[in-house]
Each structure stands twice: as C-alpha cells, then as structure tokens.
C-alpha cells in the first residue's frame, strides 16, 4: 500500500536559521503517528511543512504519491486538514457557520448547502461535543471549546489525513481523553493521523507509532508505542523515566526531574 503522506529528508529554514533537518516520515491510511519532543525541536514546524504552509527548503513531500507543491489547494484540502495550535479568533461568526467552513473543498461555487454538507457538519459538532454550542460566536468560547471547534471545522471536510498541533494543549482531562479516542477511532475508520503532543502517556496509550525530535532533527524514528526504550525519552527530555504496565498492558511512564547534583555531577 502507497503511503497517503510521505516526507523524504524534508528540511525546513525560516531565514538564516534552519528549523528541520532531513526528517524523514511515512503516514499510510490507518495509522496514528504521535509526534513528541521538547520545546522547539521542531513538532509544530513539522507540521505546518507536512500542511504545506511553510515551504521545504529541500527534501520530497508527497501526498497520495504526488507532489505537494505541485497539487491543487482544493484538491489537498479533499484529503489533508491541518489544526493549528492557535485558536484565536476575533470574528463572529458561530460555531456552526466556523464548522461548515470545512465543507469548502467539497462545495461547487455559489452552490448552496446540501443534505450530505449537513450531516458532514451536524456529525462533526457531534464527535467533537461542540453542538450544543452551535449557535454561539466563537468570539465568545473559552479557549478550550474553540479547539474542538476547530477540530469540528477539520472533520467536516472528511478529510483522508489529518495533522493536529497540541490539540488537547487548553483542553480538561475528559475531553483532552476524548480527543486521543477520537483519532485513534477515526484511524480504525481507515483515516491516517499525526499529532503533535506534550501528553506523552496518552499518545502512547492511544496512538500506533511515535516519532520523537529534538533540536529539529529524528531522535527516534517512527516505531510502535508500545517498544520506546526509556532510555531514548531520558536522552530527549532530560528526566529519568520509569515505565509501568497498566491493567492492558499498556506502557505508562513516571518522569522524574533529575537531582541537580545529578545534573551538574
């Protein structure tokens, strides 16, 4: 099976300063990729070049085997839907209309909403438990429910690939859980996922796979969640890890801080 999106040695320069370095990647339709590191080693970067927002400076970027660059934004826009980790917005628009903005790829110009457009919409607020927010401005929403309106405004488009930036960063606990669920339900739909997080444990616990960087550079290249060597998240995040098995099975970590005569021994 062809990946649905590919990286090959991207790397990403805003000015003088070079922000990737020859990151390599595959998505194929079905798969949850968790991606993690510090701050600034690249997570967001990454994905806004995967987006194709921010230009490679070098390297291939494929989506169903073709070129990014070289796609129609319409077209992208029918199989790839980016979340940003900003959320702001300063416009009065409501939830609905916000949500309904993600059916664009999908509808003919000046045609007016169908029966199909409606339900893509009505079943995003669903999923995303915004819709009993749908008629209130999104000026009005804590910073919490903008980003699951935002997600909302990304599942409506029914895209085949989807990248997420810290989704559940302003979230509470139950719908921060929510969010990981969802993506791992809709990659069980056949639908492939890359998500940036702090929330270690819970991609883990949720996602396939795990890529980790550190100063814009693959620390450790994608590989199943559950076989991260604990080792490699202490070289990366500077703690000590401990990991336990839950009542799964399932890996969880306890993180401790090291000692500062540790740190300066």
Not at 137 to 147: F, K, Y
Not at 230 to 250: C, H, I, S
Request: net charge positive.
């Amino acid at each position: 099976m062809n990946p649905l999106l590919q990286a090959r040695n991207l790397c990403v320069a805003r000015g003088a300063c070079t922000l990737l370095h020859h990151v390599s990647l595959s998505l194929q339709p079905a798969d949850f990729l968790v991606i993690a590191g510090p701050n600034g080693s690249g997570k967001s970067t990454l994905l806004r070049a995967l987006a194709g927002i921010w230009p490679a400076a070098s390297g291939e970027l494929l989506l169903d085997g073709k070129p990014l660059s070289a796609s129609h934004r319409k077209d992208v826009a029918r199989l790839l839907s980016y979340v940003p980790q900003d959320t702001r917005m300063d416009f009065g628009f409501t939830v609905r209309e916000i949500v309904a903005m993600g059916r664009h790829p999908h509808v003919r110009r000046f045609a007016s909403e169908t029966r199909a457009d409606r339900h893509a919409v009505d079943e995003a607020m669903s999923l995303c438990d915004v819709i009993h927010l749908r008629h209130r401005t999104v000026n009005t929403l804590s910073g919490g429910e903008r980003q699951r309106v935002m997600i909302a405004r990304c599942l409506a488009a029914q895209p085949r690939c989807i990248l997420l930036d810290e989704p559940t960063a302003s979230l509470d606990l139950a719908h921060a859980l929510g969010i990981f669920q969802l993506a791992r339900d809709l990659a069980a739909q056949g639908c492939a996922i890359a998500m940036a997080t702090h929330d270690l444990n819970s991609g883990l616990r949720f996602a396939k796979s795990l890529l980790l960087l550190s100063e814009g550079r693959v620390a450790l290249p994608a590989q199943d969640a559950a076989t991260v060597p604990p080792a490699v998240l202490e070289a990366v995040f500077g703690v000590r890890a401990q990991q336990l098995l839950d009542a799964d099975g399932n890996p969880h970590y306890l993180f401790h801080r090291p000692s500062s005569a540790a740190t300066h021994g």
